[in-house]
């Protein structure tokens, strides 16, 4: 076979986008050049203490030497189980319909791929979205298509739908209704919905009708979990972004095909780590203690940069204002860089992000004061 007629592989980053952060790297340094340091709001990775009953764990198990269950532990499977009404409203779960996962955003990346989305299907995700819904379909060799709408959707059956809620960047919380639409529409065509929930037990919103809801809440689905799938993960709800501690839960034959890939794959959650998850998921104290202090944080920190001039659109939940100054969002970002103070450009998340910019909520109580602080001097 000569060269010209050689199969050549496929060279997957060039079909990735560009990694976002790359493009802060010089707002990053004029925000670290400021005075009295820089404030990075700009991600989403907790400050806070690990709680001490999750360490614990963690320790008390650390000497295992032999390979953790893909499946997860019994312990942690009825952990998720428990968890799940106890916190999100969803009884009669299974454990057969819980897998755990090493992080959502390697879970979320290779879903597509593992349940057999293929090249030339379509994967719809949010207009805007983490950027990762994106990778994922393209690592499947999937078609992308943004909508918000199942109108926009149109005759052609995609073979996934990822929905967000309370959603990253903006916040805003899908209703039961809105999720209803989408569980219905997947009933009809025979397609998998994935709903990212990870900010689920963060909304802002008083009232008990407003409170984010999962799909697989009986209000939206009826109990019948057929072709969705719900990501929860306790990054940001027990500071365990560094533990990679999530899981799914959802249609039974979708998690067993997700197992069976992954127990191949060797894609398991390590064994320390599945015996903190259960002392997380047991002690809804901690993350109430979080939620209190990110609400705390978010009371000053949204009075501050409305102060500063520039409007707060959403963010109902989640760890983020969505903010506009309706202008380019990058000259926000450096108008906001030149306080010292960095923020995600809104267009990290797609072109209807070309306005706003995202503000994190991760960043300490003495971080946020100086922020809000930093705000008071915003030219107008």
Not at 29 to 50: E, F, Q, R
Not at 71 to 79: D, F, S
Not at 229 to 236: D, E, Q, R, Y
Not at 340 to 354: H, K, Q, R, S
Request: net charge negative; hydrophobic share 45%; charged share 20%.
């Amino acid at each position: 076979m000569t060269d010209a007629a050689r199969p050549r592989r496929r060279i997957l980053s060039a079909e990735l986008p560009d990694f976002p952060w790359d493009s802060l790297e010089g707002a990053k340094a004029t925000a670290a050049a400021h005075p009295d340091g820089i404030i990075n709001l700009s991600v989403g990775t907790p400050v806070d203490p690990v709680a001490p009953s999750i360490q614990l764990a963690l320790s008390l198990n650390a000497g295992e030497p032999g390979y953790p269950q893909t499946i997860g532990t019994p312990e942690l499977r009825a952990a998720v189980v428990a968890a799940m009404e106890r916190r999100f409203g969803v009884p009669g779960v299974e454990t057969a319909q819980v897998l755990p996962v090493v992080g959502t955003k390697e879970a979320i990346a290779w879903l597509p791929f593992i349940l057999g989305v293929v090249p030339g299907q379509t994967v719809v995700i949010p207009e805007l979205a983490y950027p990762t819904y994106e990778v994922g379909a393209k690592i499947a060799g999937a078609d992308v298509l943004r909508s918000d709408s199942l109108l926009k959707i149109g005759p052609a059956t995609p073979a996934m739908i990822f929905l967000n809620s309370p959603a990253n960047p903006h916040g805003k919380v899908l209703g039961g209704d809105h999720l209803r639409k989408f569980v219905e529409f997947a009933r009809e065509r025979d397609v998998i919905v994935v709903s990212d929930e990870c900010y689920l037990g963060l909304g802002w919103n008083g009232a008990e009708e407003d409170a984010p809801v999962s799909i697989l809440d009986p209000r939206v689905c009826d109990g019948d979990f057929t072709n969705l799938i719900a990501v929860h993960s306790l990054s940001k709800t027990s500071n365990l972004a560094s533990y990679r501690a999530g899981f799914l839960v959802g249609d039974t034959d979708l998690i067993a095909e997700a197992l069976a890939v992954r127990k191949n794959a060797g894609l398991m959650m390590p064994g320390p780590i599945q015996a903190a998850t259960v002392a997380a998921l047991e002690d809804d104290d901690q993350e109430t203690l979080q939620k209190t202090r990110y609400r705390q944080r978010r009371v000053l920190l949204a009075a501050a940069v409305e102060d500063a001039g520039l409007r707060i659109d959403d963010s109902e939940g989640g760890l983020y204002l969505w903010a506009t100054e309706d202008r380019p969002c990058r000259e926000t970002v450096d108008r906001l860089a030149a306080l010292g103070i960095l923020v995600a450009p809104g267009d990290f998340y797609g072109p209807a992000g070309a306005q706003h910019v995202r503000i994190g909520l991760t960043a300490t109580d003495e971080d946020i004061a100086k922020a809000a602080q930093r705000l008071s001097t915003l030219e107008q």
